[in-house]
């Protein structure tokens, strides 16, 4: 076993001083708070492969970014809490304290740009194995690597997810930019015993040269290198990658963008018959992306195919796909939708099963100040993973909720 | 055509374009590509393990490409690439009690570094000349204690014409001398030998191209690949 969030604190105060390091004195202060209340009733809480009764949940979900920012970039440090109770008490071993911290730090210079992100999680599993549908804010830094197992498993298991990303470099011309970028992370789970989960560390190097080819385009070319060490297979990979991605507009709200690229990834780990596997493998990565940002709406899909340091004790390959639309009605009511699958291969003589999953939300949100709202919105997982054949387990969840959403002065604020 | 008289008309050609106008075409000489390959192969090899002979009767299998190049200057450009398939193959394995056929694969992988130049035909033409160093490897099993292994390096030098009809198309042809031209796997060397290459490539927009490859040689393929342009990058400039 290997907990937990304690080793990770003297890292905090740290990470502070640097993004506030990062952005100097200059600036104004912000302070956001975010609130809400929600309370929730899902047919399968535990996610498991039997009939459960229906479990309610009541969850306070409070945040404070508070930083510095000015026209040069930005600094802030973001904690959150998720505190929950269940109202029957045969789910009270399902309520757990999910922890964050967050800060991030960017800093635009004349000739050169430079960006740090720390983001700490502990939180249940029942809702850090599988990804939201809706995101609240843009992945940065190390949140854009996914790391979610796909499978629930063993419901009480708590996740400690530490990443630490710096990003920086120079303008070689107006058109051309180069950057360095590094991320850490470390994901350890309190509990070792289910298959589907495992403890690893992953380190990813990455060399990215953009070009603006002309006023629409953009190309980019980026080498990296990942190296990769799970404990529990003894699994020890490396895997150096290529890709080059093309972005352009297509109309003046929508863009698109696509990435390809090949990685070639050296494993070394312990097999299902305690065998060792060592070998090389070649692949393909890609990225289809395409967004639309409009006063009354936004949407985005991406689909795609990475090799990702995951908790299944491998550097795996895992196809994703994301949808997710965001309508204004009127000045009060809002509508969200979400679709989030991912099917996550884990390749062959390995201990732990292949899974995929599929999450749909819907949400509408009623305007009842400027700051706040009501909440209200249905949420259902698939999951299908397992050993000859599978296992589908399948829940279901209605949500009413209130929100406090304070002001933002920063250009980047979140709407 | 030994190297060293392919060098020297390389260097020949470079002093030349070193005082040469210009390429006018829009042909961007800095790019990366990623494709799939499909390759098949009639390079095979006998080899004999004591009382037993073995036959290598490769087939067809599939891989993956990768290339760019920068350009250096308004003329010249490094360009580099990448190669790889797992192609079947079966064995016939001759003794004296019996005759056998064994299905395997091989990995075959070959990559390359060049430097080139440009002569520009016009605004639509560009005449391009290489010369670089390749690598061939030839990775086997062993049915039956054979080594088939073979992989060599060397010299190769390269012609040929870039030609794109409208900005959106782009027809290119190329003939290659190299000194890793024909893989003997009975013997694990390679003769000097020459193979042709040619694409045709249609620009989505003007800098991210879909091509369609076919290179001969020992071991033929067919391509289908992307193309990230980078415009007029240049490293020098």
Redesign the interface.
Same mark, same amino acid.
């Given at each position: 076993m290997r907990t937990n969030c304690s080793r990770w604190l003297p890292m905090g105060p740290l990470t502070l001083a640097l993004s506030l390091l990062t952005a100097r004195a200059d600036g104004a202060w912000d302070f956001v708070p975010t609130l809400m209340l929600t309370a929730e009733s899902d047919d399968n809480a535990r996610h498991l492969p039997v009939d459960q009764p229906t479990s309610t949940r009541a969850a306070f979900d409070a945040r404070l970014r508070a930083g510095r920012f000015s026209d040069r970039g930005e600094a802030w440090v973001e904690p959150r809490i998720v505190a929950d109770a269940y109202a029957d008490e045969a789910d009270r071993n399902l309520e757990h304290n999910d922890l964050f911290l967050r800060t991030r730090a960017t800093r635009e210079m004349p000739r050169a740009f430079f960006a740090f992100d720390s983001d700490f999680r502990s939180e249940s599993v029942l809702r850090s194995e599988i990804d939201d549908a809706l995101e609240e804010d843009l992945p940065t830094g190390s949140d854009t690597i996914e790391t979610d197992s796909g499978a629930i498993g063993t419901f009480t298991d708590v996740r400690d997810r530490f990443g630490l990303s710096m990003e920086g470099g120079p303008s070689l011309s107006d058109r %051309?930019t180069l950057a360095f970028d590094t991320s850490w992370l470390d994901v350890a789970y309190e509990s070792e015993l289910p298959l589907e989960r495992a403890d690893f560390e992953n380190l990813t190097l990455g060399m990215t040269l953009t @070009?603006a +080819?002309?006023e629409r *385009?953009n !190309?980019a =070319?980026r080498v990296y290198g990942m190296d990769y060490t799970a404990p529990r297979n003894d699994n020890n990979s490396r895997a150096l990658g +290529?890709e =080059? %991605? #093309?972005e @352009?507009p297509l109309t003046g709200t929508v863009r698109f963008s696509?990435d !390809?690229? +090949?990685v070639r990834t050296e494993f070394s780990y312990i097999g299902a018959g305690f065998d060792r596997v060592d070998g090389v493998s *070649?692949g #393909?990565t890609f990225l289809f992306d395409i967004e639309k940002q409009a006063r009354a709406t936004t949407y985005s899909l991406s689909a795609g195919q990475s090799v990702s340091p995951g908790t299944t004790g491998f550097l795996a390959p895992r196809d994703d796909l994301r949808l997710g639309v965001r309508h204004r009605i009127s000045p009060r009511l809002a509508f969200a939708a979400g679709v989030r699958a991912a099917a996550i291969d884990v390749g062959e003589n390995a201990v732990t099963p292949p899974r995929d999953y599929l999450r749909t939300t819907i949400e509408f949100d009623w305007a009842l100040s400027e700051r706040y709202s009501l909440r209200a919105g249905h949420d259902r997982v698939r999951e299908d993973f397992g050993v000859g054949g599978g296992t589908e387990i399948e829940s279901s969840s209605v949500f009413v909720g209130i929100r406090y959403q304070g002001q933002s002065r920063a250009p980047s604020a979140r709407p | 055509m030994s190297v060293r008289r392919l060098a020297s008309g390389f260097f020949l050609a470079f002093a030349i374009l070193a005082a040469a106008p210009a390429p006018a075409s829009d042909l961007s000489y800095s790019f990366l590509e990623f494709g799939s390959i499909v390759a098949e192969t009639d390079v095979s090899g006998t080899q004999v393990v004591g009382l037993q002979t073995v036959s290598l009767v490769p087939d067809d299998g599939d891989g993956l490409a990768i290339g760019g190049s920068l350009a250096v200057g308004r003329r010249f450009y490094f360009g580099g690439s990448y190669r790889a398939a797992v192609i079947a193959t079966d064995a016939i394995i001759v003794s004296p009690l019996t005759t056998a056929t064994v299905a395997g694969s091989f990995d075959w992988t070959t990559s390359s570094v060049a430097f080139g130049a440009v002569i520009p035909f016009g605004d639509r033409v560009d005449l391009f000349v290489e010369l670089g160093q390749r690598s061939v490897h030839f990775d086997f099993g062993s049915f039956a204690g054979e080594n088939f292994d073979t992989s060599d390096s060397a010299a190769e030098f390269a012609a040929g014409f870039r030609f794109n009809p409208t900005p959106r198309f782009e027809l290119a042809i190329a003939a290659i001398a190299s000194g890793v031209g024909e893989a003997d796997l009975s013997t694990g060397t390679f003769d000097t030998g020459g193979r042709a290459a040619a694409a045709i490539r249609w620009y989505v927009f003007e800098d991210i191209g879909l091509g369609l490859d076919l290179t001969g040689g020992d071991v033929p393929y067919i391509g289908a690949s992307i193309r990230f342009g980078f415009g007029e990058l240049r490293a020098g400039n």
């Open positions: %051309t @070009r +080819v002309d *385009n !190309v =070319a +290529v =080059a %991605t #093309f @352009r696509i !390809v690229g +090949v *070649n #393909f | -």
